[in-house]
């Protein structure tokens, strides 16, 4: 079975701190891994998904995310956080482009 | 402009009653997907659909059912069986099923709540 874990339900930055958030996955199969943003009362956003062609993938909004197989992670990180990069970031896992297994949800904060 | 509507935004329910959340897209995907978000839960899989005319249940269907009769619509009710309906429900389509990477794209999501 597939599932993800995401280190850390809250996390605070300052604005232009480096952003880190955690996400472990646990596949018995190669996964298809995907980072999505959500604003308050909105829907989710793609940020970035991992096809396999790439470790290092490259999202919107200067966002990326490495796939380290070793470790079973896919860390999404930015360089400089900016005080509308505040919102909640979800990791997920699919298969086969089935349907999508979601972490438990990352809050960040980004102080002035 | 191709995407996934919701509605309504926000729902209020009285204790006893069915209630049915719209969800259509115009993208020409196969799949569907309802999911709940409840604070610090994440998002859990209700019910999918990847063809008309059959679905799938997810990790919480119990209180729910589902209908796919056309490949833009796949709207969701919350039975009077839902003790704890009280949530935020997000739609989800994607392009096909088993190929490859396929990402979810989601609707603005309907605020249902008990009163």
Known sequence: AQSVTQLGSHVSVSEGALVLLRCNYSSSVPPYLFWYVQYPNQGLQL?????SAATL????????????????SFH???PS???SDAAEYFCAVSHQGGKLIFGQGTELSVKP | DGGITQSPKYLF???????????EQNLNHDAMYWYRQDPGQGLRLIYYSQIVNDFQKGDIAEGYSVSREKKESFPLTVT??????TAFYLCASSISRGQGPTEAFFGQGTRLTVV
């Open chain 1, 76 to 78: 999404l990180t930015k």
């Open chain 2, 13 to 23: 329910r009285k204790e006893g009653q069915n209630v049915t959340l719209s969800c």
């Open chain 2, 80 to 85: 009077s069986a839902q003790k704890n309906p």
């Open chain 1, 81 to 83: 956080a900016h005080m």
């Open chain 1, 57 to 72: 993938v490259k999202g919107i909004n200067g966002f990326e995310a490495e796939f380290k197989k070793s470790e079973t």
């Open chain 1, 47 to 51: 940020l970035l998904k991992y096809t």
